[in-house]
């Protein structure tokens, strides 16, 4: 009974000390963390409000641009065509997988035969 009684003791003890080096590893990585998430928090934000005045700029000129390009899908000289699709495309409402090719006009007004600006 004593050598079994012995053994249990000095298991025991092993099983601790595992224990411990474990606790151990566990506080040392949390205090490591705690140290360089503490040392990034610098700032809370990832941007900064610059005055115009600091870079030298001059006030702002608003300008509106209106122009209009226009899909020709159909006909002998079609403007958007079909390169490349998915297998359930045209199966799908929202034509998923639908890449097209375009080469619209860009004119002044809404009609097709306004002034071609690029």
Do not use: Q, W
Not at 12 to 20: E, Q
Not at 62 to 73: A, G, N, Y
Not at 102 to 112: K, V, W
Request: hydrophobic residues 40%; positive net charge; aromatic residues 10%.
């Amino acid at each position: 009974m004593k050598i079994s009684f012995s053994s249990h003791i000095l298991i025991f003890p092993l099983i601790t000390m595992a224990n411990t080096k474990s606790l151990k590893t566990i506080f040392s990585i949390t205090v490591v963390n705690l140290i360089l998430s503490f040392g990034s928090a610098k700032s809370s934000t990832f941007y900064e409000n610059l005055s115009p005045k600091s870079l030298r700029l001059k006030k702002e000129k608003l300008c509106h641009l209106h122009f209009f390009f226009h899909d020709i899908v159909s006909g002998p000289n079609p403007t958007a065509i079909r390169v490349a699709d998915s297998p359930s495309t045209n199966s799908s409402s929202t034509l998923f997988g639908y890449i097209a090719m375009i080469d619209d006009p860009l004119t002044m007004g809404p009609e097709p035969e306004s002034k071609v600006v690029g």
